[in-house]
């Protein structure tokens, strides 16, 4: 099993531009993550899903969308990137509901915004 | 509020020296998960660790959950064991969403 994989690994963006980050996990499990990490700083929940087509905010949602049309696949979208937004995003996924269950974590995106 | 809070902040140690990490938790926040992330940035789960004690290893933690603190305990450190150590939990018990502390940010020198 690969377990969870992000792309890209790296990216920087202009101020106004959009992308996409992927994220995707072999491992069949329903709920998956999207969290940024700001330097020093703890990880904080942008979105999460609990199965294919359920989305629901976290702690800070302003400025990213997200959809979950498969088990696997939960990719997260930026639309008019901000300086603010320059962070390490890491995706995660678990069997169970995150608290009572083990998240297992991709390897990150570290994203710039310039 | 939800509160994770950890200590200390950042701890440098030689090799073969052993250390305890300490996190406080409020009342809301329940089934804390230890988390070590390494130098290349990679997130890997610990422990998932509600009450009691667990061992592997070289690494062990306990959580006294009706005193809110939990504990990692590193005996022998090796210079891999260096990075940041995280605790999270949830908000109350059906929670999804892991609350992160700041981290311990561990050094490791030989």
């Known amino acids: 099993n690969a377990g969870v994989t992000q792309t890209p690994k790296f990216r920087i963006l202009k101020i106004g531009q959009s992308m996409t980050l992927q994220c995707a996990q072999d491992m069949n499990h329903n709920y998956m993550y999207w969290y940024r990490q700001d330097p020093g700083m703890g990880l904080k929940l942008i979105y999460y899903s609990v199965g294919a087509g359920i989305t629901d905010k976290g702690e800070v949602p302003n400025g990213y969308n997200v959809s979950r049309s498969t088990t696997e696949d939960f990719p997260l979208r930026l639309e008019l990137a901000a300086p603010s937004q320059t962070s390490v995003y890491f995706c995660?996924?678990?069997?169970?509901?995150?608290?009572?269950?083990?998240?297992?974590f991709g390897p990150g995106t570290r994203l710039t915004v310039l | 509020g939800i509160q994770v809070e950890q200590s200390p902040p950042d701890l440098i140690l030689q090799e073969g020296a052993n250390s305890t990490l300490r996190c406080n938790f409020s009342?809301?926040?329940?089934?804390l998960q230890w988390f070590h992330q390494n130098p290349w940035g990679q997130l890997i789960n610990l422990f998932y660790?509600?009450?009691g004690t667990k061992q592997n290893g070289r690494l062990s933690a306990t959580t006294v959950a009706t005193e809110r603190y939990s504990l990692l305990y590193i005996s022998s450190s090796q210079t891999t064991d260096s990075g940041v150590y995280f605790c999270a939990g949830v908000e109350d018990q059906a929670g999804t969403a892991l609350i992160f502390g700041k981290g311990t940010t561990l050094s490791v020198s030989s």
């Open positions: 009342d809301s926040v329940n089934n």
């Open positions: 995660a996924s678990s069997r169970g509901t995150g608290g009572a269950d083990t998240q297992y």
């Open positions: 660790i509600p009450s």
